[in-house]
């Protein structure tokens, strides 16, 4: 996989038989921060997700999934401490994903596409000038899933620089008017920033979208399905 990142997908309804399982892969602190969702649905799906990125991570390092350790940057994102393997996770929904590169950071994000919202308005407050103009040039029916391409797109870049929200938001744009091309337009800070840079957009299933960024160019990407193909 050394060049080519790995992008797995899961839906936690296909995974509830499994729970079991996979409680007894988490540590200790997992263990406790799973008992601290008030809702047993969010308690279970974090439980299947991080049961899931433990038996990924195990299969990739040759390791048992009890055997991973994570550690956290500042800003929450966990992280292997004497492994060069990137990774990242995101979660919406019924679904998860999980991305996987040697190369350079990686980040994913998923995203259920509802429309009980008024896309416009959000867009105004996080987007860039250049992705407001263009989500305002959307045919009305097409607006909500424009605007989650957008979202997943400029998230997926958040969460692989890894800073979460201190990053700048509209100081970069994305395109944002197709489900499965994704282009880094602009980066206002630095030119040239925006061509390091790889940008993929997935639909994994319907209702959702995903994105994942790599800050190398030429990126390739491989997607996986948990349910077809077990570890
Ligand atoms: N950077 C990257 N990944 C991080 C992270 C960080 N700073 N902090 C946590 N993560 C990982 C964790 O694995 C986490 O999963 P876990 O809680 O099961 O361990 C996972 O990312 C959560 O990702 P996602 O499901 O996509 O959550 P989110 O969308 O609610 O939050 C964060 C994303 C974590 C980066 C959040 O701190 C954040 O900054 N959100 C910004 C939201 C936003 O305004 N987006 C605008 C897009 S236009
Ligand atoms: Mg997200």
Known sequence: MNDVAHVWYCAFSKSQSKLPEFELLLSK????????????KDRNSYIISRGILRALLGSYLGLSPTEIEFEYTSYGKPYLSHNPLNFNV???????????????????????IKDDFDALELA????????IESLEKQPRAELSRAFYRCWT????????????????????????????QATLAATDWEATEKSKWSLFS????????????????????QYFNWHTIQV
Request: hydrophobic share 35%; charged share 30%.
């Open 29 to 40: 602190d997992e263990k406790k921060r799973a008992a601290n969702f008030k809702f047993k």
């Open 202 to 221: 997935f639909v994994p299933q319907e209702h959702y979208i995903m994105a994942i960024a790599t800050r190398k160019k030429n990126t390739t990407v």
């Open 124 to 131: 105004r407050h996080f987007f860039s000038k250049n992705e």
């Open 90 to 112: 995101s979660h919406s929904g019924d679904m998860a994903a999980f991305a996987f590169f040697l190369e350079s950071e990686i980040g994913v994000d998923i995203e259920k």
């Open 153 to 180: 797109r400029k998230e997926s870049i958040i969460k692989a620089e890894g800073s979460g929200l201190s990053f700048p938001l509209n100081k970069f744009t994305v395109s944002l008017d197709n489900d499965h």
